[in-house]
């Protein structure tokens, strides 16, 4: 299929994949925007928000609608990494007597992952995660298991409730594509809300999107072409946030501790080619850029001292950032 007939196909697809969303979700477009584009650049999303947002009805509704396989974690004090992973179990041959390891895959092993709450369980079970994120596999034992392609990780987090909890490392953090801050619906938005979960329905979702369809984007989004000087934006803004780099600006270095490091300057690109795309765009131009900057970025910066006494929020650090 050639690039032009694709993209119209990626068009349609997107177009039936927010209406069939919209049977269920109310409002929440930019955070659905964020997530679509994940998926065609490969990335894991973070949803951050208070209980009663909908975070975990927007995963699980994803999951209905697109034709992948889906498996859901509740993260918990006691989950063991191989609760997640699996495990190997010795199995006896009923013909021959012989025992043998066997391996017996965890729920990790899907399409799409819901982490939910992941902030919630221990550091162990936190790195096996990580393994799978990056390397799209997991090590039980000595042996290594490669994961079903496409894999992608929509986890949860509530900000409010930190007690018992565990950051995500910063290392667990930055494999993260993009972190998506879910804010309370406007007052019609919560109206229909309420309409909708106070009424009998009885919806019927399409699945739209296969696996195969879904490598056809991934690609497209690779080959799409970018100008040099957007590039550059890209690069110079993730620059901007480092407080040690040399060309660093007084507001930098007096409210960052850590800035980004290249991986969201990857990101903010890539982002930049699907954001285009989905909007029916050729290529990516320095606005597709801004318009991703604040997932991309906002957990990949550190603020200092100085930062948390002024109450300077992340965003509020990149808006100044990016008004300069």
């Not at 600006?249 to 954001?275: D, M, N, Q, V």
Request: charged letters at 25%.
């Amino acid at each position: 299929m050639d690039q032009v007939k694709l993209l119209n196909k990626l068009i349609s697809d997107k177009n039936q994949f927010y209406h069939e969303l919209g049977k269920v979700i109310i409002g929440q477009k930019e955070v659905i925007d964020y997530i679509f584009i994940a998926f065609l650049c490969k990335g894991h999303v973070l949803l951050e928000g208070v209980p009663g947002l909908g975070k975990t009805l927007i995963i699980k509704t994803i999951s209905d609608i697109l034709k992948l396989d889906f498996s859901r974690i509740q993260f918990t004090p006691d989950l063991m990494p191989s609760d997640i992973t699996g495990t190997e179990i010795i199995s006896q041959d009923l013909n021959t007597g012989e025992r043998q390891f066997k391996f017996i895959k965890g729920p990790l092993f899907a399409n799409v992952i819901l982490a939910d709450e992941i902030n919630r369980t221990p550091p162990k079970t936190q790195a096996a995660l990580l393994e799978a994120m990056q390397e799209n596999s997991v090590t039980i034992g000595v042996n290594t298991h490669e994961l079903d392609e496409p894999f992608f990780v929509l986890a949860t987090q509530n900000p409010i409730e930190q007690e018992g909890t565990y950051p995500l490392p910063e290392a667990q953090l930055d494999r993260f594509m993009f972190n998506v801050l879910i804010e309370y619906p406007s007052y019609e938005e919560e109206v229909n809300v309420v309409k909708f979960n106070t009424e009998k329905t009885n919806i019927k979702l399409n699945q739209i999107i296969d696996a195969i369809s879904l490598k056809e984007y991934q690609d497209l989004v690779i080959s799409v072409p970018i100008a040099d000087n957007v590039i550059d934006f890209a690069v110079n803004f993730v620059h901007k946030t480092r407080p040690n780099h040399k060309n660093a600006s007084k507001f930098t270095k007096k409210y960052l501790e850590w800035g980004a490091g290249p991986r969201a300057s990857s990101y903010l690109i890539l982002a930049a080619k699907a954001h285009a795309l989905i909007n029916n765009k050729p290529t990516p131009d320095i606005d597709d850029v801004i318009s991703v900057i604040k997932p991309i970025l906002r957990h990949r910066i550190i603020p200092n001292f100085n930062a948390e006494a002024e109450g300077m929020k992340k965003d509020h650090i990149l808006e100044e950032l990016l008004n300069n």
